[in-house]
């Protein structure tokens, strides 16, 4: 892999209002508005020659890769490493009062009912991005989640993960080298092995 270009999923019927969804089996479709971001997202990178497009096991993700790249021959590999984060108890609430609990959470914490700690999130989207990056392809549309984008973004500022979050625009493109994502990987590894919220 040389390029990638991430990019978080339209707005689906859920986030748009407010409700989390960290469960690839339940049904999460995009709204007409995310459905436009999509394909304004295929307008956005239309001349980029990718040779794979890399997606979650989520509805959402498959189907913004779909109308973004609508009449191209792009092969697909679905990646569930990249999953959203499980939110156990909180799953199909209020997105604000998963936030409320993350605040005081720390990274090794695990949400009542099955979920996930930031920290195990973090360990596994490392592992995702690294089947990523050893792909032969040179480049690739990476459609996933607005968290392990935000990651990325922060760890390409030296900045580590932190409890709440700066949202990813929705089916915004952000241009990266596989180096950059490997730097990026590498500092997010380094976190998960020692979680602290700083």
């Not at 914490?109 to 990056?133: H, K, M, Q, T």
Request: charged share 25%; glycine share 6%; proline share 7%.
């Amino acid at each position: 892999m040389e390029t990638l270009i991430l990019a978080r999923h339209g707005e689906s019927d859920l986030s748009a209002c407010g409700i989390v969804n960290g469960d690839p089996a339940r049904a999460c479709v995009l709204t007409e508005r995310g459905r436009e971001q999509a394909r304004r997202l295929g307008e956005l990178v239309a001349r980029e020659p990718f040779d794979l497009c890399v997606m979650s096991a989520f509805t959402r993700t498959q189907e913004t890769a779909d109308l973004a790249l609508a009449g191209r021959n792009v092969p697909r590999l679905v990646v569930p490493e990249l999953n959203d984060i499980r939110f156990g108890a909180f799953e199909a609430g209020a997105f604000d009062e998963y936030r409320t609990w993350a605040r005081s959470a720390s990274p090794t914490d695990i949400p009542p009912g099955d979920g996930e700690s930031r920290a195990a999130c973090v360990a596994r989207y490392v592992e995702g991005f690294r089947v990523v990056l050893e792909r032969s392809e040179r480049s690739a549309l990476v459609v996933v989640h607005g968290l392990p984008i935000r990651y990325v973004l922060n760890a390409l500022e030296s900045r580590p993960p932190q409890p709440i979050l700066d949202q990813v625009p929705y089916a915004e493109p952000f241009r990266l080298s596989a180096g950059e994502l490997a730097s990026a990987v590498e500092r997010l590894h380094a976190w998960a092995v020692a979680p602290a919220w700083t």
